[in-house]
């Protein structure tokens, strides 16, 4: 019986990701347009249809759509995610995505930590205060109705272009600076594309982290906290954000597949080097192993943070370990 549970929670993490996988194959393939145009330019006109034919066998487009998925699964199971369409010589997806994979990791820990900080720290203070926070909650709800794509195309007339203080796209200048300045130069191509993600997820924590601390606030403990005399700062950090935190954090981790979304417009609009524009990318060239692959990262990204949640809840919460 104690094993129950993990296995119960592997079955169901599992039996997800093998909807998602399925999802990932059948979607793109509804997308009009055939991937040989692509693939082979122009000259598809002149080609004949033996030449045609070779290059289906080639990239298992000969086959049914049935026999291509279990093909797909079969690979899937070896750790092959399939041959790019797009890169000419046939780059592995896999290689691909460890290229863009740094640069997106980059700006979501970044813009995560940065949106986390700011509206936790907003949200406690507007939910400690309640009616006082009036003014501050009218702007979150202000700025989440924004589109991140047009703040974006907000972003790069104004700070890009008029301004001139940061780049206007890419993630780096080329050509590319050495050492120090390397780093000084993708920090600054990093900014905006960091700051739009993070404005419009701090709404999320800010709303999130005002929920809680305001459910808290009037719990026992936090009442004889006060009765003893305790400042309000004290009680807020000792006492009432030590009880927010876990469902604070569970909500943001199950919101975290809106900022991968995110991820893919941000990168796309800033033309930023990561698995978000390449996946744009991917879906005008209909390369289905490239978009299956990106498609795939997230999706274990989405159900590996919401595992690690799952682990972390019970140990940042007494009661649960003690009903456990």
Do not use: C
């Amino acid at each position: 019986m104690m094993f129950a549970t993990p296995v119960k929670r592997v079955a169901e993490y599992g039996s997800v990701l093998l909807a998602a996988v399925s999802i990932n194959f059948f979607l793109p393939r509804l997308l009009p347009g055939d991937p040989l145009a692509l693939i082979a330019g122009d000259a598809v006109r002149q080609m004949g249809a033996d030449r045609i034919a070779e290059l289906r066998a080639a990239y298992g487009l000969d086959e049914s759509l049935l026999r291509q998925f279990f093909t797909y699964l079969g690979n899937l199971l070896t750790g092959d995610l399939g041959t790019s369409f797009r890169f000419s010589g046939g780059r592995g997806v896999l290689g691909v995505l460890l290229d863009r994979f740094t640069w997106t990791a980059f700006l979501v820990v970044s813009a995560l930590t940065l949106a986390t900080l700011i509206g936790g720290v907003l949200g406690a203070r507007s939910g400690w205060r309640r009616r006082r926070g009036l003014g501050t909650l009218l702007a979150m709800f202000t700025l989440r109705s924004m589109p991140v794509f047009w703040l974006a195309m907000m972003a790069i007339p104004i700070f890009a272009i008029n301004l001139d203080w940061f780049p206007s796209g890419d993630s780096y200048s080329i050509p590319r600076p050495d050492g120090w300045d390397g780093v000084v130069d993708v920090a600054r191509h990093a900014v905006l594309p960091v700051s739009v993600l993070a404005i419009s997820y701090i709404p999320v924590s800010y709303a999130m982290m005002r929920t809680s601390v305001a459910s808290v606030r009037n719990e026992p403990h936090v009442l004889f906290a006060r009765a003893m005399g305790l400042s309000d700062r004290r009680i807020l950090f000792r006492h009432v954000l030590r009880n927010s935190a876990p469902p604070a954090i569970t909500m943001l981790a199950l919101d975290f597949g809106q900022l991968l979304g995110g991820v893919i417009l941000i990168e796309t609009v800033f033309n930023y080097r990561g698995i978000g524009s390449m996946m744009f990318e991917a879906a005008k060239a209909r390369d289905y192993p490239l978009l299956q692959g990106g498609f795939l990262l997230f999706t274990v990204g989405v159900l590996a943070t919401n595992a690690f949640v799952e682990w972390l809840y019970p140990r940042l919460d007494p009661r649960l370990r003690a009903a456990r």
